[in-house]
């Protein structure tokens, strides 16, 4: 199989838009139905062999313990209890208000009850708009799904061998609804103060200081596939350290830098994988460097994933 097959959001914008919404209105569902845990952890997806998962949540209010299931090979959406129960239905062919019907449809089916608290789309343009009232997306695409689902596995495996070269405090690998991107977080222990004004998410969120990786497929912003590395909050000097490799820059986003790779330099590279992982290592020393995150061995950093002193020696 190719790594890191081509994929222009043009190619694929309207049925990105209505998975997008798909996948919110799950989040939601999972964020009624989960024990909250730091820094929203319980609240991503994570990947499976055929799609993404809410992983096992509930029980709510005396029902059954539960999990949401997308498949992006059958290209279905499963809700299925811990007593074995399962309602399912197809992904193509439907609005979003139509699927929001449909998965409500089939929590009662299950007597499941986890209804999403606020049923509108979390900063998006049409966030005043109800997902029940959403007809206007409706477009979803089989096979450029399918190729969004494959990229996602592949950069899944590639975060999670940069995850590992670090033993301090990180998030797993995750794929956020919000913002319909990967990452996985490095957390230093100082902690950080949020103005009054921020809002809840970003408190919670940040409320340490952190050196994030991922990639996302694209939006009006960054109008293509790339992969990022930020630190936050952002120390001095950042926009001027190095990155690896030459092709990738310093962008400015909301008043402060992220570090872009473009996911087409990186597939033209000779080896895409070990250039994605050169990128990331150099994006998090800069950030590292300039906050003052201990070195080696203080600063948790073990290479291939060994802790043993005698090994990593």
């Given amino acids: 199989m190719e790594l890191f097959p081509a994929l222009a959001l043009d190619e694929w914008r309207d049925s990105k838009e209505t998975l997008h919404r798909f996948v919110q209105i799950v989040g939601k569902i999972r964020l009624a139905g989960s024990p909250r845990r730091n820094h929203w952890w319980n609240v991503p997806f994570h990947l499976t062999g055929r799609g993404i998962t ?19 090979v059958a290209h279905r959406l499963l809700v299925r209890t811990l007593a074995g129960r399962e309602e399912s239905f197809p992904l193509a062919g439907r609005s979003v208000a139509d699927f929001y019907r449909d998965t409500l449809k089939a929590l009662v089916a299950l007597d499941i009850d986890a209804a999403p608290e606020h049923p509108y789309p979390y900063d998006l343009p049409d966030s005043r708009r109800p997902f029940a009232e959403d007809h206007e997306h409706r477009t979803y695409d089989p096979v450029a799904v399918g190729r969004y689902w494959r990229i996602l596995s592949q950069v899944n495996l590639v975060l999670e061998a940069f995850a590992a070269g670090y033993s301090g405090k990180t998030s797993p690998v995750h794929h956020f609804w919000h913002t319909f991107d990967i990452a996985v977080t490095r957390f230093a222990e100082r902690e950080i103060g949020q103005p009054a004004t921020a809002d809840p998410v970003t408190r919670e969120a940040y409320s340490r200081e952190v050196i994030s990786a991922g990639f996302w497929f694209g939006d009006d912003t960054v109008p293509a596939p790339a992969f990022y590395s930020y630190t936050a909050p952002e120390p001095p000097g950042l926009a001027a350290r190095p990155l690896e490799p030459a092709e990738a820059s310093w962008s400015e986003a909301r008043g402060s830098h992220i570090a872009l790779l473009m996911y087409d330099d990186a597939r ?37 994933g060994v802790t043993d002193p005698r090994l990593a020696a």
Avoid at 54 to 72: K, W
Avoid at 289 to 296: H, K, Q, S, T, V
């Fill in 54 to 72: 809410t992983r096992p949540m509930g029980p709510v209010h005396g029902g059954d313990a539960f999990c949401i299931d997308f498949d992006f």
């Fill in 268 to 304: 033209a590279t000779p080896d895409p994988w070990a250039t994605v992982l050169a990128f990331y290592d150099s994006a998090y020393h800069a950030g590292a460097e300039l906050a003052g995150w201990p070195r080696r061995p203080e600063c948790r950093e073990c290479p291939g």
